[in-house]
């Protein structure tokens, strides 16, 4: 063979093996988005609701920070000062824009008087305004701020940019609306709440003696439409800041290697996983799971649960041991005569499962409105503190 022939030749493998390489890749991304959609078509409502997204928009590159000891500064002051106006002139001057690494656990910390809500940008969908302004004026005195995407790639750079890679790796909007949410939590402490979240009573008292807590699904829900016994539900938890519940999420999700579907990689999976961990290890730091009716009392109104549970003769006639979840569920549901809502006067937050984001639910979206201006001057996020 020739020098030339050599080289054609092994040109020609090198062809053949790259078109092969580009076909499987092809066929693979494929099957994969086809089968996220065919899951995402039978996951019902949690999935749904997590989808509750507008597309990310490409983040900004600002760097800025708020750094932990200028929030608990925040959040003292806050305390004491009803008004956000003044509060947020004195914060404004105690904000020190350096970088600070999450900080450590504080064991007679409790949870700071700071509400998190997080969308992609500030124009958000007018069917949350209620919701949002509800838990505003039922919790006067606490700071609010929002998470927008560029806010979250922000925050993540400065104070957990070993989690950087992951975060800009995900593919579904929602593995980032969820992974902001434990950090958030993390960095500073407060309360997280989805924005169809509807608050009914103030935050206060009633979580105000905890370290962290952590919202549970209706009972009968997560039996029927996952299987488990019980659910861990992401869309409503608070913390008191470094608590190492959080910190092991989010240890958590940067293990997870399975990505593109929020439901198990960020979402409720893995916070249910964590839990069951850390409360078999019996960790000296604890953390509180809610009874469903104090933040998440409704069974999700979309779905039919008497045509999900269909005849229930079969699993009544078997003894409890032998049933299905789903079968338990239906059996549970069923003793509480179909009664889906459980609030009751412990009752602070009432989740509504909007699913804005996702599939029909998206027809129902109304025209979106700026938070910023529409609650000005309340409405913080990590970018502005920083001007
Ligand atoms: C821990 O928190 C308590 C109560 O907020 C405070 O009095 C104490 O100084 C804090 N300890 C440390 C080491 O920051
Ligand atoms: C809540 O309701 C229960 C049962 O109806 C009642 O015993 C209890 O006193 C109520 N608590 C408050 C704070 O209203
Ligand atoms: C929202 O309102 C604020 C305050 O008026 C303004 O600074 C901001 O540019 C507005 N954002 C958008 C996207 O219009």
Request: hydrophobic share 40%; aromatic share 12%; with cysteine.
């Amino acid at each position: 063979m020739t020098k030339q022939e050599l080289f054609f030749r092994t040109l020609l493998v090198f062809g053949v093996v790259f078109a092969a390489w580009k076909t499987v890749g092809w066929y693979w991304s494929g099957s994969q988005k086809m089968s996220r959609s065919v899951i995402l078509n039978q996951v019902p409502s949690v999935v749904q609701r997590l989808l509750n997204r507008e597309p990310k928009k490409p983040p900004t590159q600002q760097a800025l920070n708020l750094s932990p000891t200028s929030l608990k500064l925040v959040t003292l002051t806050a305390r004491t000062t009803p008004t956000t106006q003044s509060t947020r002139t004195t914060t404004r001057a105690a904000v020190a824009p350096t970088k600070k690494a999450a900080p450590a656990f504080n064991s007679s910390a409790r949870i700071p008087r700071i509400l998190h809500q997080a969308f992609a940008s500030e124009m958000v969908y007018e069917n949350y305004l209620p919701y949002i302004n509800g838990c505003m004026s039922l919790n006067p005195d606490w700071t609010y701020y929002l998470w927008r995407d560029s806010d979250a790639e922000a925050l993540i750079s400065s104070a957990y940019p070993e989690f950087l890679a992951k975060y800009k790796k995900y593919s579904d909007v929602l593995e980032r609306a969820d992974s902001i949410r434990y950090i958030v939590l993390h960095h500073f402490g407060g309360i997280y709440l989805d924005m169809d979240v509807q608050c009914v009573r103030p935050f206060f008292p009633a979580l105000e003696n905890l370290n962290s807590f952590l919202d549970q699904e209706r009972i009968e829900q997560t039996n029927i439409l996952w299987g488990w016994p019980f659910g861990v539900m992401n869309s409503g938890m608070g913390s008191a800041p470094g608590h190492p519940f959080f910190r092991e999420v989010i240890d958590e999700m940067l293990r997870e290697s399975r990505i593109g579907n929020a439901f198990t990689s960020t979402g409720p999976t893995i916070l249910t996983q964590v839990y069951k961990r850390y409360t078999a290890a019996k960790h000296a730091v604890p953390v509180t799971m809610l009874e469903p009716k104090v933040m998440s009392p409704l069974m999700d109104g979309n779905k039919n649960w008497r045509s999900m549970c269909g005849s229930l003769a079969a699993a009544k006639s078997k003894p409890d041991s032998r049933r299905s979840w789903k079968e338990r569920g239906c059996i549970m549901l069923e003793s509480k005569n179909w009664r889906y809502d459980d609030s009751d006067n412990s009752t602070i937050c009432v989740h509504r499962f909007l699913h804005l984001g996702y599939g029909s639910f998206a027809a129902v979206r109304k025209k979106p409105f700026n938070i910023t201006a529409r609650f000005w001057p309340r409405v913080r996020t990590f970018k502005r503190r920083g001007k």
